[in-house]
């Protein structure tokens, strides 16, 4: 079974720029998530899909941050503007909605806005 | 509001020794708790779960419903299990983590 693909693995801007983040998730899996994970910290959900519709962006922040899932497969998370604190992992996993074993986490992008 | 404590950001500890990776959680419900485990360059990955009480790699973990904990235990350390642990706490379909603990294996 191929795992949660991310690109890119790494990415540096500088702020006010804009960025985009893609995701794979693991074919047949219905719930997709977004984390990020600041550096000395635990990842922090950001937004959470259940096929191509938003279960959960409680902590996303909406004036930067977006994220679609087109088609209910691949997932976008842009920000526009970047921020200096913007700067983290952002991991995205997928689940297949059966249990807990259906959490597969990709490798993640590391993000420095500078 | 849900919460995942782990109160040690690094334990070092030496080959062969015992190691607990504390972890206390806060959560009014019946809690689903996590062990994930982050190896060096490698992608976070599920270590054991609560529910299975299973015991992988050697590493155990007990649910203390009474001081609301969940800690790893192994009797014997090895070089091969640094690496950063997560605590997580799962509630409807939300993964909760812990900030994380680095576990690291002196020889």
């Known amino acids: 079974e191929a795992g949660v693909a991310q690109s890119p693995r790494y990415k540096i801007i500088e702020k006010r720029q804009s960025v985009a983040f893609w995701c794979n998730p693991i074919?047949?899996?219905?719930?997709l998530y977004w984390y990020q994970q600041i550096l000395g910290q635990g990842p922090k959900l950001l937004i959470q899909?259940?096929?191509?519709?938003?279960?959960?962006d409680s902590q996303l922040p909406k004036d930067r941050f977006s994220a679609e899932r087109l088609k209910g497969v691949d997932s976008t998370l842009k920000i526009q503007p970047a921020k200096l604190e913007d700067s983290a992992v952002y991991l995205c996993a997928s689940r297949s909605g059966i249990g807990h074993y259906g959490y597969t986490f990709g490798s993640g992008t590391r993000l420095t806005v500078v | 509001a849900q919460r995942v404590t782990q109160p040690e950001k690094l334990l070092s500890v030496f080959k062969g020794a015992p190691v607990e990776l504390k972890c206390n959680y806060s959560y009014s419900g019946s809690p689903e708790l996590f062990w994930y485990v982050q190896y060096s360059r490698q992608r976070l990955q599920l270590l054991l779960r609560h529910i299975s009480r299973e015991s992988i790699k050697g590493f155990t973990a007990d649910l203390n419903k009474g001081e609301t904990s969940f800690h790893l235990k192994k009797p014997f350390a090895q070089e091969e299990d640094s690496a950063m642990y997560y605590c997580a706490l799962q509630y409807g379909n939300k993964l909760v983590f812990g900030a994380g603990t680095i576990l690291r294996v002196k020889s």
């Open positions: 074919s047949g899996h219905a719930t």
């Open positions: 899909f259940q096929n191509n519709g938003v279960v959960d």
